[in-house]
């Protein structure tokens, strides 16, 4: 990790599956209702089927709004298909802990880098986030679903938060647990660092540099 975070002034989170264990609550969720599948295997294998399930789903909704972000179609949905409270409560009643570590992990991090948020969900969902697990005073900068007119995995998001720390693109990192992450830090022209302990990503993000399992890693 030293040779990573090497003149490293910045350092951007992801919040589902990086950040919050959001994404293992939806796992956990889909092997509830899939127990009748007991009889053909075992508790390693429906859960291994639960987060290929979850992987699948983002990468079809990731590539789906990449491709309507591509068209400039995005303020369109959005106008179309309004966020109603109800999902914003989505977002909210997702956030049952923080993935084992973080707490620690940021805590010793507002000391050396500034610290931002770069995430899908909505500003509230974010603000929400914060404050459900008091982290409000350690980051710099928050970008959410709607700050830039392109979201991840074009830099737009990454670039915008670079330029409120008033740090260069080179001098941060982005750290995300799914490809559409990566590639917006690469896009960015960021270092990148994913975590693969939630949704299986390995091998995908292999390919891509930097991999670690869990984010006391990082420290």
Request: with cysteine; glycine share 6%; hydrophobic share 45%.
């Amino acid at each position: 990790m030293k040779n990573t975070l090497s003149g490293i002034e910045a350092i951007f989170f992801d919040i589902d599956g990086t950040l919050s264990d959001s994404d293992d609550q939806i796992i956990e969720e889909i092997v509830k209702r899939i127990r009748f599948l007991h009889f053909l295997w075992n508790d390693h294998l429906l859960r291994k089927f639960a987060r290929s399930s979850v992987s699948l789903a983002m990468a079809i909704f990731n590539g789906t709004y990449h491709i309507i972000d591509r068209l400039g179609l995005d303020n369109f949905v959005a106008k179309t298909f309004p966020r109603n409270n109800a999902q914003n409560r989505a977002d909210f009643e997702k956030d049952h802990s923080l993935i084992s570590g973080v707490e620690k992990m940021i805590t010793i991090m507002h000391q050396r880098y500034k610290l931002g948020i770069v995430s899908a969900r909505s500003e509230a969902g974010v603000l929400h986030f914060l404050k459900q697990f008091s982290l409000e005073d350690y980051f710099d900068v928050i970008v959410s679903a709607r700050t830039c007119y392109y979201t991840k995995p074009f830099p737009h998001p990454l670039l915008f938060a670079a330029e409120m720390v008033k740090v260069l693109p080179e001098k941060c990192l982005m750290v995300g647990d799914t490809i559409v992450d990566i590639l917006a830090g690469k896009a960015a022209g960021m270092r990148t660092i994913g975590f693969y302990v939630v949704l299986g990503h390995k091998k995908n993000l292999t390919k891509r540099r930097q991999i670690i399992s869990c984010p006391p890693r990082l420290i």
